[in-house]
C-alpha cells in the first residue's frame, strides 16, 4: 500500500484528474481540453464549459486512477480546486469531488487554483521556493502574492481590468489567429519586430501602485490594426509583416508590463525569489526576458515548467502541504468562484 491523493481541477475549461504520491510523484494523469467546443465563440462560454465538464469528469477521473495503479484504500484524501473559477465549473468538480469522498470515506481537501499555479513552480525540485513573491499570468489571472509558505499567503495587487493572457487571445481574434490565441500570437510575434509600434505600457511607469491594465493596450491595438473609430476589419487582408509586427509589438508592451511590475514587488517586500506560474508564464519569449532580468537584480526565479503553466490537476499536489498541516475540509465546501485576497 502506498499513499497518494487524487486532485481534480475544472476551474475554467480543462476537466483533470491527477493522482500524486507523498513524496510528489506523478502516478497518473489524465487531462481533456475544450478548445474544440469554444474556439467558434473565441473565448470561453461558461455554460458550455460547465456541462462538458459534466460529460468528462468521470471518464478523466477514471483514467487518471487507472494509469496510477493506485486502489481506493491508497488513496488518503480527494483534492479539488475550489476557488477562484467559472462558478459552473466549478461545481462539477466539487460535486465530483464530494460524491467520491462520500462513497470511499476519504476527507476532502479544497485547493485555490491560483495557489496550485504557484506551486507548481517548485514541484520537482529539492528545496522549497517558499517564501517567495507569487505571480500567476494566465487567462483570467494576473496578479502578485507574499506567499510566506504553501498555504500562507497574502494578495498583493492584480489587474484593474483584464487578465494578460485574456489580452493575448483577443488581440489574436483580432489578427485573425485560432482561439487560445496566446501561443499562437507568440509564434507569429517571433517573425515580427518587437520595436515596430510603440504600445502603451499601462501604469509601468506607476511606481505607487503594483497594478496591471491590460484592456487600453488592447484598444490601441485595436486602433492599430482598423484605424481610429472604425469597428471592423478584415484580418485576412493584413499585410503578413504588418501582422507579425503587430505581433510581436504587443507581445513586448504586455512582457514590459509583467516584467517592471513583478521586479517592483520583489523591491517592495524584499524578498529575492520570484515564481511564477499560470498559461502566459509557458511563453517563450516572458521566460527568457524574465530570467535575464532576474539574473542581472540577482533574484532567484522559479518558473513552472511549460506543461505545469497551463490549467492541469497535478499542481493539486498541493493538497499535500493542507493534508500536512491537517486542513481538511467537510463535505460542506463550497465553490467561490472570485479572487481570495488572503489565506
Ligand atoms: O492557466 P491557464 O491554462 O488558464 C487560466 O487559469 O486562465 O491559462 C490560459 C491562458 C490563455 O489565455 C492562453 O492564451 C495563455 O494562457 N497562453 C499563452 C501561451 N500559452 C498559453 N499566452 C502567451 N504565450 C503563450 N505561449
Ligand atoms: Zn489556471
Not at 13 to 21: H, N
Not at 272 to 282: E, I, M, Q, S, Y
Request: a neutral charge.
Amino acid at each position: 500500500m502506498f499513499r497518494c491523493v487524487l486532485a481534480i481541477e475544472s476551474t475554467c475549461d480543462e476537466t483533470a484528474a491527477a493522482v500524486i504520491s507523498e513524496d510528489g510523484k506523478i502516478l497518473g494523469e489524465c487531462i481533456a481540453t475544450q478548445t474544440e467546443l469554444h474556439e467558434q465563440y473565441q473565448g470561453v462560454v461558461p455554460e458550455i464549459a460547465a456541462r462538458a465538464h459534466l460529460d468528462r469528469i468521470l471518464p478523466v477521473i477514471d483514467a487518471a486512477l487507472q494509469q496510477s495503479n493506485a486502489s481506493v484504500s491508497d488513496l488518503v484524501a480527494i483534492a479539488v480546486a475550489t476557488h477562484p473559477g467559472l462558478p459552473g465549473s466549478l461545481l462539477v468538480g466539487l460535486s465530483a469531488a464530494k460524491g467520491l469522498a462520500l462513497a470511499w470515506r476519504k476527507p476532502i481537501v479544497g485547493i485555490n487554483h491560483v495557489q496550485a499555479h504557484i506551486y507548481a513552480c517548485g514541484m520537482g525540485r529539492p528545496e522549497s521556493v517558499f517564501p517567495c513573491i507569487g505571480f500567476v499570468v494566465s487567462g483570467g489571472h494576473t496578479s502578485l502574492y507574499h506567499c510566506i509558505s504553501p498555504t500562507e499567503w497574502i494578495y498583493i495587487s492584480g489587474t484593474i481590468d483584464d487578465a494578460a493572457g485574456e489580452a493575448f487571445d483577443k488581440v489574436a481574434v483580432m489578427l485573425g489567429l485560432p482561439f487560445p490565441g496566446g501561443h499562437a500570437l507568440s509564434k507569429l510575434a517571433e517573425l515580427g519586430n518587437s520595436k515596430a509600434i510603440p504600445f502603451p505600457r499601462p501604469m509601468l511607469d506607476d511606481k505607487t501602485r503594483l497594478d496591471f491594465s491590460f484592456s487600453g493596450l488592447k484598444t490601441a491595438v485595436r486602433y492599430r490594426i482598423a484605424g481610429t473609430g472604425k469597428q471592423s476589419w478584415n484580418a485576412l487582408a493584413l499585410a503578413p509583416q504588418l501582422k507579425a509586427d503587430i505581433a510581436a509589438s504587443f507581445q513586448q508592451a504586455i512582457i514590459d508590463c509583467l516584467v517592471g511590475k513583478s521586479m517592483q514587488a520583489v523591491k517592495k517586500f524584499g524578498v529575492k525569489r520570484l515564481c511564477v506560474g499560470g498559461g502566459v508564464a509557458a511563453n517563450r519569449e516572458f521566460r527568457q526576458q524574465l530570467t535575464q532580468t532576474c539574473h542581472r537584480m540577482q533574484i532567484e526565479l522559479h518558473i513552472a515548467s511549460p506543461e505545469l503553466c497551463t490549467d492541469n490537476a497535478v499542481m493539486g499536489a498541493l493538497a499535500w502541504e493542507k493534508i500536512k498541516l491537517g486542513q481538511f475540509d467537510t463535505l460542506a465546501l463550497d465553490a467561490k468562484p472570485g479572487l481570495l485576497r488572503k489565506c
